[in-house]
């Protein structure tokens, strides 16, 4: 492959990210390296140490770690116990009407989900328009910690009237599919939503439910969901880890 073909492989930083007067920092290109290494010791392998590493690249353990930090925020590499070790791919969510555990499901992952809580209460004024609801009346809020393949990976937050689910305590598990629930014991069905996507940090409660370190990005979607006669349903936010999801949609023309 020639030199000009490399610059611009599909999906790759243009120029490799090397910037037009190629001075590049020293972590930059250890980073570099380390990737190729990775390629080579493939999903699950166990990465040498810092100090391993710094001796086979020339470099201080600090420019070591520096790339290492980035590689772990993108997903590249995970904790292991006092190691660390080779990512396997991130898991793609559609942005789609379609629940996270059919989204797992198709990507030959096991979906599951961890109760953290269920609590019925009078709806605040601003939770009102969201869902539906008078302020006041009863609403559920029913807060999850997503699985898949037993490693967490997210934190969900669902709120609605009660009325819409009167037997959410008692019928409903926790660790199944909340969409699943609402079409085949309450025949209801979705309609459409409006999404909202942003780049977020955890906070330090939400970081130790996740299991992750609360400098690492997350991605947060907030969702206003209608049933199949347009009557507001639901509000979730859904908070996703950044190095382990990425989220897929099709456009289409107006």
Same mark, same amino acid.
């Given at each position: 492959?020639d030199e000009q073909t490399?610059?611009?492989?599909p999906?790759?930083?243009v120029?490799s990210?090397?910037?037009e007067?190629g001075?590049?920092?020293?972590?930059?290109?250890?980073?570099a390296r380390?990737a190729?290494?990775l390629?080579e010791l493939?999903e &699950?392998g166990t990465l040498?140490?810092e100090r391993d590493l710094a001796?086979?690249?020339g470099v201080?353990?600090?420019t070591?770690r520096?790339?290492?930090?980035e590689?772990?925020?993108?997903g @590249?590499l995970r904790?292991?116990?006092?190691?660390?070790v080779?990512?396997?791919?991130?898991?793609?969510?559609?942005?789609?009407?379609a629940?996270y555990?059919?989204g797992?499901r198709?990507?030959?992952? @096991?979906?599951?989900?961890?109760l953290?809580?269920?609590?019925?209460?009078?709806c605040?004024?601003?939770?009102?328009?969201g869902i539906?609801?008078?302020?006041?009346e009863?609403?559920w809020?029913?807060e999850?910690v997503?699985?898949a393949?037993d490693?967490r990976?997210?934190?969900?937050?669902?709120y609605?009237?009660?009325?819409?689910?009167p037997?959410l305590?008692?019928?409903?598990q926790?660790?199944?599919?909340f969409?699943?629930y609402?079409r085949?014991r309450?025949?209801?069905s979705?309609g459409?939503?409006d999404?909202?996507?942003e780049?977020v940090?955890?906070?330090p409660?939400e970081a130790?439910?996740?299991?992750?370190p609360?400098?690492?990005?997350?991605?947060?979607?907030?969702?206003?969901?209608?049933?199949?006669d &347009?009557?507001?349903?639901?509000?979730?936010?859904s908070?996703?880890?950044?190095?382990?999801?990425?989220?897929?949609?099709?456009?289409r023309p107006e």
């Amino acid at each position: 492959m020639d030199e000009q073909t490399q610059h611009h492989r599909p999906g790759s930083p243009v120029r490799s990210g090397i910037p037009e007067h190629g001075r590049i920092p020293k972590y930059y290109a250890v980073k570099a390296r380390i990737a190729e290494l990775l390629d080579e010791l493939g999903e &699950g392998g166990t990465l040498p140490t810092e100090r391993d590493l710094a001796e086979r690249y020339g470099v201080s353990r600090e420019t070591v770690r520096q790339a290492l930090r980035e590689l772990l925020l993108e997903g @590249r590499l995970r904790r292991a116990g006092r190691g660390t070790v080779v990512a396997g791919p991130k898991l793609e969510q559609p942005l789609s009407l379609a629940s996270y555990t059919e989204g797992v499901r198709r990507q030959g992952r @096991r979906p599951g989900r961890h109760l953290i809580g269920l609590e019925r209460f009078p709806c605040p004024p601003d939770l009102a328009p969201g869902i539906g609801a008078e302020a006041g009346e009863p609403v559920w809020h029913l807060e999850r910690v997503l699985l898949a393949d037993d490693e967490r990976v997210g934190l969900e937050s669902t709120y609605i009237r009660a009325a819409r689910a009167p037997r959410l305590d008692s019928d409903f598990q926790p660790d199944s599919s909340f969409y699943g629930y609402l079409r085949e014991r309450l025949g209801i069905s979705f309609g459409d939503a409006d999404e909202k996507l942003e780049t977020v940090l955890a906070t330090p409660r939400e970081a130790l439910l996740i299991g992750t370190p609360p400098a690492l990005p997350m991605l947060l979607i907030h969702r206003f969901s209608r049933d199949q006669d &347009g009557r507001p349903l639901e509000r979730v936010r859904s908070l996703y880890r950044g190095d382990r999801f990425s989220f897929t949609t099709r456009l289409r023309p107006e």
